[in-house]
């Protein structure tokens, strides 16, 4: 979302609101962004209600101190985001099903649960999307996959992607391909950063201090990062740049490649994804 675009979204309720929800929410509290009706959010612990009951637009509610919790966060809600963990899903649903508006639209952040599940447990009358956020959401640079459900509109869609391009970009795929997207984008950021533990023990063993090897590695995968983000070439092209012939450069990536990187990643990712699989079912 640019700072000229102005959203504008219906009533919505987050049933959850651990770190991914609270996550979105902050892009749904930013300037240029308004829910019509406000937020509602709901937590098992008042502890937790708590934290968010001073936010402006947003009326917080705690289940273990008022049983109807989720039943007056989803009153009159036009979108109910369900965010609880993935064991917890039916039950939740079934407190909630004859309570949601007609044509409400529920978007799902729950791993591993599909689209026929959400479905097979509300009414005909209530429309699901599948959603895929991953943790950079915290600083508005998240990248969300969304996946329509058999009943979901091109309004719902363009809803949800309103929703979620507060804090980043947003992809819409096919369900089949989901489980695949949570292991590029979904898991990424843990690979991202186990590249740069890796990279900060070499700067260790160099000779740096904990702390020289953080400014240099964290600084090098931003400052890179940046640059791609703004640069209209390729990582290929980029990483050519910077790898002078016969040069010191040159030799490292020399070694690089004798690893079979590219491997190295179809393995770790096929395996995310039978995990993800599993999980599906179970």
Do not use: W
Not at 73 to 78: E, K, L, R, T, Y
Not at 129 to 142: E, F, L, Q
Not at 144 to 173: I, N, P, Y
């Amino acid at each position: 979302m640019t700072s000229s675009t102005t959203v504008t979204l219906p009533t919505i309720a987050f049933l959850g609101a651990g770190s991914m929800a609270r996550a979105v929410l902050a892009g749904l509290l930013k300037p240029g962004v308004e829910v019509t009706g406000g937020i509602r959010t709901t937590n098992r612990s008042s502890e937790r209600a708590a934290e968010l009951a001073g936010t402006e637009g947003v009326t917080a509610f705690a289940t273990d101190t008022d049983a109807d919790a989720n039943l007056q966060a989803i009153a009159g809600a036009q979108i109910v985001v369900v965010a609880v963990k993935p064991y917890m899903v039916p039950d939740l649903l079934a407190e909630i099903a004859d309570h949601l508006e007609p044509g409400a639209l529920v978007i799902s952040v729950c791993a591993g649960v599909t689209v026929a599940t959400f479905e097979s447990l509300l009414p005909a009358s209530v429309h699901v999307i599948r959603s895929m956020p991953n943790t950079p959401a915290v600083v508005g640079m998240a990248v969300t996959g969304l996946s329509a459900g058999s009943r979901s509109t091109a309004e719902d869609l363009a809803l949800a992607q309103a929703l979620f391009g507060t804090v980043g970009d947003v992809l819409v795929v096919p369900e089949e391909k989901l489980d695949a997207l949570s292991t590029i984008s979904g898991s990424g950021p843990a690979y991202v950063f186990f590249l740069i533990e890796q990279f900060t023990a070499t700067a260790i063993d160099k000779g740096f201090t904990p702390a020289e090897a953080a400014v240099m590695v964290n600084g090098t995968f931003l400052g890179a990062s940046a640059l791609l983000a703004v640069s209209d070439k390729t990582p290929t092209e980029l990483r050519r740049q910077v790898t002078s012939p016969g040069g010191t450069t040159e030799q490292a990536v020399s070694e690089l490649q004798k690893v079979d990187f590219k491997a190295i990643f179809d393995a770790a990712t096929d395996a995310a994804l039978a995990r993800a699989r599993e999980l599906a079912k179970s």
